[in-house]
């Protein structure tokens, strides 16, 4: 299967076309990938489903993706990847908040824009980028960026509320800032302790449990082992880390207790899973 790469922090396509110049593909890098006008099929990963203007795609690294164009299709495409996150000017939690729900994207049939006002910024915002790639002007290239950072928070915005473990959006602000609390202190394992947790929101430590289910619909123990372990495996595919390097980052004492932890989430150790994603 044809595998691309991208050898910058993003790049940035529009065209036109009548028929799809690629048979399905995969890539190391995201893509943002918004239909301006026509109509057709989306391939992803061995499901179909209908794109007219409007809708947008994100394919995650490794997704086998390509189109069935019906009637002449123009599409905007923003490839990109973990060093423009990073180099992104966002703040570091955020970084890291936005790199989970990216790389955990699940791709349900139609546009991944459920809010209907964000998608008319949407089609605003990737409007003024063609327009800067275009009509080349001072401060052209921090603007664009800029321009870039809001549409991918957007789509992260409308992924996010569909990921499992999510609040409901009609539930209490505090649950929702208990979630933000552990997305951003995931690194530190003293900070999500129930009595550390309990401590910081007001909430006892015997009822801390049963109200984040309620909110949740798993338990906090679980939320933060998936939460944790699925970070860990975007560090072991996409990254050269080293497993102390990992250790350290996510705060185990040392390799050891790494491979420990992973063993008992996944039944393997980091290594063999590092090893089954090169193959």
Do not use: W
Not at 116 to 142: G, H, M, Q, W
Not at 227 to 240: A, G, W
């Amino acid at each position: 299967m044809l595998s691309e790469n991208l050898h910058q922090p993003y790049c940035i396509a529009y065209k036109t076309l009548d028929h799809c110049p690629k048979l399905a593909h995969q890539h190391s890098f995201f893509e943002l990938i918004y239909i301006i006008s026509g109509s057709g099929k989306q391939c992803i990963n061995k499901s179909k489903f209908d794109y007219h203007a409007g809708h947008i795609f994100l394919i995650t690294p490794d997704d086998c993706h390509s189109f069935e164009i019906e009637d002449r299709t123009s599409f905007f495409f923003l490839k990109f990847n973990n060093i423009y996150i990073k180099n992104s000017g966002l703040l570091a939690e955020n970084i890291h908040r936005l790199e989970y729900i990216l790389q955990n994207a699940n791709h349900q049939p139609g546009c991944i824009l459920k809010n209907p006002t964000d998608k008319a910024l949407v089609k605003s915002i990737i409007e003024a980028i063609i327009r800067e790639s275009e009509d080349k002007d001072l401060y052209n290239r921090e603007l664009t960026e800029q321009l870039i950072n809001t549409l991918v928070i957007l789509v992260a915005r409308n992924i996010a509320k569909y990921l499992p473990g999510q609040v409901n959006m009609g539930n209490e602000e505090k649950a929702m800032n208990i979630l933000e609390y552990i997305q951003t202190n995931i690194y530190y394992p003293e900070k999500l302790k129930a009595e550390h947790l309990s401590q910081n929101f007001g909430i006892s430590n015997s009822y801390l449990g049963r109200y984040f289910k309620r909110h949740t619909n798993e338990t906090m123990q679980q939320y933060i082992a998936n939460y944790k372990t699925r970070l860990i495996e975007h560090r072991l595919q996409f990254s050269d880390k080293r497993m102390n390097e990992i250790a350290n980052e996510f705060g185990f004492t040392d390799e050891s207790h790494l491979n420990k932890y992973f063993r008992k989430q996944r039944g393997h150790s980091p290594k063999a899973y590092r090893k089954l994603q090169q193959d």
